[in-house]
Structures are given as structure tokens and as C-alpha cells.
Nanobody, 123 residues
Framework: QVQLVESGGGLVQAGGSLRLSCAAS????????MGWFRQAPGKERALVAF???????YYADSVKGRFTISRDNAKNTVYLQMNSLKPEDTAVYYC?????????????????WGQGTQVTVSS
């Protein structure tokens, strides 16, 4: 089992920045690939960024060049640095973990989830 706890959400003006953190406990964190998903009201949960244990990354087109995912295996933590935020980035953000190193955008491929953190970007 892996337990995930997100933090760092909040209210920010358009153009601002936030850094989300996801602290993991349980199994060996470095053996897991991590994803950040988001879900806005009335929309499906969608992958925003992905990082595996070789530090290969993937970003959704909507956040490329603005968001950066990183991990610190010594701290069992994955981060999502979000810059140049837009109102359309408003959503609940979740971190998720899977034991495969391969990329997947399907939320059903991630068995472990955090509780989510709200990000609200005002115009």
C-alpha cells in the first residue's frame, strides 16, 4: 500500500504560481511512477503530468511550458510547479501512483490516490 497526501493548493490570480506537493508513505516510493491529475466540475479526471522512476516525464498539451513535475526520492515527495496559471486550470488536483514505470493517462491504471487539493485561479 502507498498513502499519498497532497498539499499546496489555494487561490491565486491569473498569471500567478503555485507548487503542489504530494508526500508518499508505505512502499518504496522510488519504485513508483507518479501522476498529477485534475478534475474540474462536470469534467472527467484528466492527467496533467507524469514522472517515472527514471525521471521520464509527460505533460498534457494544455500545461506544457507552464507546469513542471519533479520528484525527490529522499523525501518521498513529488511536486507540481505551476506557473502562468489560467482560470481554466481551476480544478481539484490529485496525485496518484502506479508500480509500472510505463506512462499511462488512464486514471484507472493508478491504484493509489491522494485526497486531492483545490486550486482556484481567479481572472
Amino acid at each position: 500500500q502507498v498513502q499519498l497526501v497532497e498539499s499546496g493548493g489555494g487561490l491565486v490570480q491569473a498569471g500567478g504560481s503555485l507548487r503542489l506537493s504530494c508526500a508518499a508513505s508505505g512502499r518504496t516510493f522510488s519504485n513508483y511512477a507518479m501522476g498529477w491529475f485534475r478534475q474540474a466540475p462536470g469534467k472527467e479526471r484528466a492527467l496533467v503530468a507524469f514522472i517515472n522512476w527514471t525521471d521520464s516525464t509527460y505533460y498534457a498539451d494544455s500545461v506544457k511550458g507552464r507546469f513542471t513535475i519533479s520528484r525527490d526520492n529522499a523525501k518521498n515527495t513529488v511536486y507540481l510547479q505551476m506557473n502562468s496559471l489560467k482560470p481554466e486550470d481551476t480544478a481539484v488536483y490529485y496525485c496518484a501512483a502506479r508500480s509500472s514505470k510505463f506512462y499511462s493517462s488512464r486514471w484507472s491504471d493508478y491504484p493509489y490516490w491522494g485526497q486531492g487539493t483545490q486550486v482556484t485561479v481567479s481572472s
